[in-house]
């Protein structure tokens, strides 16, 4: 038999035991609704540059982007990043260009369905090539940043299916302009 204080603090450690093992299924709970921390999208884009002036050119992008993705609300979380991506493949130029660099990205899902809108901005640095109206196709090394807005349908617990639609500011002596950039991807995220 505990007397005195002892037996306050085993009355008070029994209440806080109950309550803890009380919490345990909630908690189990919430971490299985949690937002995913990481996930990797495989992107395929498509690319153009250049104008009537210019000899079009750009072709498949194939990517793959990285993101650590934090959420800030009930709904809207926010992601950092890298990515990479290989410029030029079935296009007219006659090299392939490397783009690389950091992403930062925000996501929403106002709807109870399972799709979410997302804004993404990449600071890509790289050489891509470019053609000038008379053929001539040369690489040209920089800063190639790019803004792309989306959709994602998430079709099991763990894997989306991605449409996007982005920018990219190009600046060259060959062409400066903005190309265009429609883009599928598959995405997988724990």
Avoid at 39 to 49: G, R, S
Avoid at 64 to 73: E, N, Y
Avoid at 96 to 124: I, K, N, W
Avoid at 173 to 179: C, E, T
């Amino acid at each position: 038999m505990v007397h005195g204080r002892w037996a306050g603090s085993a009355r008070t450690g029994s209440r806080a035991g109950l309550v803890a093992l009380s919490l345990l299924p909630a908690v189990a709970r919430a971490e299985e609704g949690a937002p995913p921390r990481w996930e990797i999208d495989v992107k395929a884009t498509y690319v153009v540059l250049g104008s009537r002036a210019t000899r079009a050119t750009g072709g498949i992008m194939p990517s793959v982007t990285g993101l650590r993705r934090w959420p800030v609300r009930n709904a809207v979380d926010i992601g950092i990043g890298a990515d990479v991506g290989l410029f030029g493949l079935g296009g007219d130029a006659r090299w392939l260009g490397v783009l690389t660099g950091p992403t930062a990205a925000v996501r929403g899902m106002p709807f109870r369905a399972p799709l979410s809108f997302e804004l993404a901005a990449r600071l890509d640095f790289g050489r891509i090539p470019v053609c000038n109206a008379w053929g001539l196709c040369l690489r040209y090394l920089g800063f190639f940043p790019a803004m792309e807005a989306g959709a994602a349908y998430l079709s099991t617990q763990h894997v989306a299916i991605v449409a996007t639609c982005g920018v990219r500011f190009i600046t060259t002596l060959a062409w400066s302009g903005v190309s265009v950039e429609p883009a599928a991807a598959g995405r997988i995220f724990w």
